[in-house]
């Protein structure tokens, strides 16, 4: 119930391409949805973030889509770049603990 | 400012050491966090300061301790840990705490390696 699942675990992308992951849950009360991104030797950072009334949300590059009744989201990243070689967390979080729960992580790397 | 930064970057103890890590913010915040992440696997939260008061404890062994001096520093002292402590542990402050949406800014980590 509090896990979240992601997918895949490692991906590569040609530069310019589009890297999607994927996330889903099982527990309704998450409200809140957030993805970290981390670099070798840094912590991570937040990314983006969405709410379960919106179906989309885009910043820059980044994407996220959230689909509420199918209980999945997912970041795509466009134009990927080599500089967006990460560790990328997906998240979410119950109202009821406020704690985050975090995804097991997908390594992305962008071929130059 | 949005840097946290972390002492030392990098620490190997034996287990009958004592050793403490440091953890420091300037922006202000109120609200700061450790988490334990071992290699290709997520953050996962040890420990919550809110104004200064413990307000969260994962049911963190007692062979981990945190302590905050102040609402700038936070450490977490270490004593008779076991080699499957060895880990990358992050510092994280966030506005106040009171809110699971608030930002959290994480620090460099220090990597440990206990022997």
């Known amino acids: 119930q509090q896990q979240v699942k992601q997918s895949p675990q490692s991906l590569i992308v040609q530069k310019g391409g589009i890297s999607i992951i994927n996330c889903a849950y099982e527990?309704?009360?998450?409200?809140?949805f957030p993805w970290y991104q981390q670099f070798p030797g840094k912590g991570p950072a937040l990314l983006i973030a969405?709410?379960?009334?919106?179906s989309e949300k885009k910043e820059g590059r980044f994407t996220i889509s959230f689909n509420k009744s199918a209980k999945q989201f997912s970041l795509h990243i466009m134009d990927s770049q080599p500089g967006d070689s990460a560790t990328y967390f997906c998240?979410?979080?119950?109202?009821?603990?406020?704690?985050?729960?975090f995804g097991k992580g997908t390594r992305l790397h962008i071929l130059p | 400012d949005t840097e946290v930064t972390q002492t030392p970057k990098h620490l190997v103890m034996g287990m009958t050491n004592k050793k403490s890590l440091k953890c420091e913010q300037h922006?202000?915040?109120?609200?700061m966090y450790w988490y334990k992440q071992k290699a290709k696997k997520p953050p996962e939260l040890m420990f919550v300061?809110?104004?200064?008061?413990?307000?969260i404890n994962e049911s963190v062994p007692s062979r981990f301790s945190p302590e905050c001096p102040n609402s700038s520093l936070l450490n977490l002292h270490l004593h008779a840990l076991q080699p499957e402590d060895s880990a990358l542990y992050l510092c994280?402050?966030?506005?106040?705490?009171?809110?699971?949406?608030?930002?959290?800014?994480f620090g460099p980590g220090t990597r440990l390696l206990v022997l």
């Open positions: 300061y809110s104004y200064e008061k413990l307000s």
């Open positions: 994280a402050s966030s506005q106040t705490g009171t809110s699971v949406e608030e930002t959290q800014y």
């Open positions: 922006m202000g915040h109120r609200a």
């Open positions: 969405i709410r379960p009334d919106v």
């Open positions: 998240a979410a979080s119950d109202p009821r603990d406020d704690k985050i729960i």
């Open positions: 527990n309704t009360a998450f409200d809140y």
